[in-house]
């Protein structure tokens, strides 16, 4: 599924937040987006997943205005997982995923053999299959996030849209959740903190400073080191990373 932001505009309170904003996601790709904190990327993100509607410009699935579609069509295009991995009330994990269902369901209507594959497979490839039954306030912060992944997948949405999905875990769970991520073959726009790992694992990255886009393209052709320095304020080497041999950003305060 292709994404398009044609000239968005978003405001809280009156007050704009991001203005003109142009995106593009082809079908399949990583779309990373970065910038400084406050530069606007998470409000970006809901007018994507609809939380928050735009005072100006389109936002586009394969050609269709999301803010015409009705709400459980647009739920069958797009999946959301947020950096807050908590959900208010005791669920297990399959209950979790379950609720990726609901755009696939009628209001009454009960869990059927479709439902519960759909559960299955996407908890296997999140490799949360050995932990259905477990409550979901027991896992770790990686496994949370694996398992809000795994609810997207069980919604069987081709855009996934995730808002700092790394954020507050370790080292181990951010390069496992990027992995999983990206093997999933699914159109993706993410914000992240993160330079190295926008650009060892984004296509594509589009650089917000202050509410608009400073610059996007293929990550090693905007990320140069004048560029960082300029909207993030350090130092950067840019290379090949010594044992995966991907795109690497090092990063060191400016002097």
């Given at each position: 599924?292709?994404?398009?932001?044609?000239?968005?505009?978003?405001?809280?309170?009156?007050?704009?937040?991001?203005?003109?904003?142009?995106?593009?996601?082809?079908?399949?790709?990583?779309?990373?987006?970065?910038?400084?904190?406050?530069?606007?990327?998470?409000?970006?993100?809901?007018?994507?997943?609809?939380?928050?509607?735009?005072?100006?410009?389109?936002?586009?699935?394969?050609?269709?205005?999301?803010?015409?579609?009705?709400?459980?069509?647009?739920?069958?295009?797009?999946?959301?997982?947020?950096?807050?991995?908590?959900?208010?009330?005791?669920?297990?994990?399959?209950?979790?995923?379950?609720?990726?269902?609901?755009?696939?369901?009628?209001?009454?209507e009960r869990e059927n053999a479709a439902d519960r594959a759909a559960i299955a497979e996407s908890l296997e490839r999140v490799g949360l299959a050995h932990a259905s039954g477990r409550l979901f306030s027991t896992l770790s912060g990686?496994?949370?996030?694996?398992?809000?992944?795994?609810?997207?997948?069980?919604?069987?949405?081709?855009?996934?849209?995730?808002?700092?999905?790394?954020?507050?875990?370790?080292?181990?769970?951010?390069?496992?959740?990027?992995?999983?991520?990206?093997?999933?073959?699914?159109?993706?726009?993410?914000?992240?903190?993160?330079?190295?790992?926008?650009?060892?694992?984004?296509?594509?990255?589009?650089?917000?400073?202050?509410?608009?886009?400073?610059?996007?393209?293929?990550?090693?052709?905007?990320?140069?080191?004048?560029?960082?320095?300029?909207?993030?304020?350090?130092?950067?080497?840019?290379?090949?990373?010594?044992?995966?041999?991907?795109?690497?950003?090092?990063?060191?305060?400016?002097?």
């Open positions: 599924m292709r994404l398009d932001i044609a000239g968005v505009t978003a405001e809280i309170e009156g007050t704009p937040i991001v203005s003109g904003v142009d995106l593009v996601a082809e079908p399949g790709a990583f779309v990373g987006l970065i910038g400084p904190n406050g530069s606007g990327k998470s409000t970006l993100l809901r007018t994507v997943y609809r939380s928050l509607r735009p005072a100006a410009g389109v936002v586009s699935l394969d050609g269709d205005d999301l803010w015409r579609m009705r709400a459980r069509h647009a739920a069958r295009c797009r999946a959301v997982v947020t950096q807050h991995g908590d959900l208010a009330g005791e669920f297990s994990v399959a209950e979790v995923v379950a609720m990726g269902r609901g755009p696939h369901k009628g209001v009454l990686g496994e949370r996030q694996r398992a809000l992944v795994a609810r997207a997948l069980a919604q069987e949405a081709p855009l996934l849209i995730l808002d700092e999905p790394t954020n507050h875990l370790d080292v181990r769970a951010q390069l496992g959740l990027l992995d999983l991520v990206r093997s999933l073959g699914l159109t993706l726009l993410a914000a992240l903190h993160d330079l190295d790992h926008a650009a060892a694992y984004c296509d594509h990255v589009v650089v917000l400073q202050n509410g608009t886009v400073r610059a996007s393209g293929p990550p090693l052709e905007v990320l140069t080191p004048e560029f960082v320095a300029e909207v993030f304020g350090v130092r950067a080497h840019i290379g090949a990373h010594p044992i995966t041999g991907r795109p690497h950003i090092a990063v060191a305060s400016l002097p």
